[in-house]
Nanobody
Framework: QVQLVESGGGSVQAGGSQKLSCTGP????????LGWYRQAPQKDREMVSK???????TYADFARGRFTTSRDNDNKLLSLQMNNLQPEDTARYYC?????????WSQGTQITVSS
């Protein structure tokens, strides 16, 4: 069973920053698209950013300019730096891997932004 382990998260005031990290098996980092996703109450899970194996990263419109994803395959680390957080960013955040043989999720971590 693939394990993606996430760390970080918590509560922050509007305008603040948070950083999330995700690690997992080396073959996942070498062979799979990795991404950050979030799900707010009563809403569908949505993509925050996704990073291909060559490092190309795509951001959702709401994330562009505020959030930065970095991927380090050698150290098996995917990070999400979130700046200028707003109450509408409150959600449970997940890292996910999309591989040729299946998809996998971390356990998720809550980010709560207060105004």
């Amino acid at each position: 069973q693939v394990q993606l382990v996430e760390s970080g998260g918590g509560s922050v005031q509007a305008g603040g920053s948070q950083k999330l990290s995700c690690t997992g098996p080396e073959h996942i980092f070498r062979r799979c698209e990795l991404g950050w996703y979030r799900q707010a109450p009563q809403k569908d899970r949505e993509m925050v950013s996704k990073s291909s194996t060559d490092g190309t990263t795509t951001y959702a419109d709401f994330a562009r300019g505020r959030f930065t994803t970095s991927r380090d395959n050698d150290n098996k680390l995917l990070s999400l730096q979130m700046n200028n957080l707003q109450p509408e960013d409150t959600a449970r955040y997940y890292c996910g891997a999309l591989c040729d043989w299946g998809g996998f999720w971390s356990q998720g971590t809550q980010i709560t932004v207060s105004s």
